[in-house]
């Protein structure tokens, strides 16, 4: 098991910037790829990006590409999602995930194990 929780969410105006933070316990947390997800209202959850066991690659939706970042630290337990030049669209509840295996999934189906979410609402 892999416990995540997330932290970081609130409200901020267009333009402006969040860093969210998912911090894990259980399992060894260097052995799974993190994901980050959103799902707003009315919406399926969407994949937002991922980052690998070592951080050392990343992979974005085109959506965010440019003004979101995934960073992790395995000693701390970590990883982050930076988010700038945020949009009224960016508003959702965001989640991360963690994953063992090794491809780039973008599936909320091949996630394991799920944090609760935080809420991002960006006003316009």
């Known amino acids: 098991q892999v416990q995540l929780v997330e932290s970081g969410g609130g409200l901020v105006q267009a333009g402006g910037s969040l860093r969210l933070s998912c911090a894990a316990s259980?399992?060894?947390?260097?052995?799974?790829?993190m994901g980050w997800f959103r799902q707003a209202p009315g919406k399926e959850r969407e994949f937002v990006g991922r980052i690998n066991w070592s951080g050392r690659s990343t992979y974005y939706a085109d959506s965010v590409k440019g003004r979101f970042t995934i960073l992790r630290d395995n000693a701390k337990l970590t990883a982050w999602l930076q988010m700038n030049s945020l949009k009224p669209e960016d508003t959702a509840v965001y989640y991360c995930a963690a994953t063992s295996g090794t491809y780039v999934y973008t599936d909320p189906g091949d996630y394991e194990y799920w944090g609760q979410g935080t809420q991002v609402t960006v006003s316009s």
């Open positions: 259980g399992r060894t947390f260097s052995n799974y790829a």
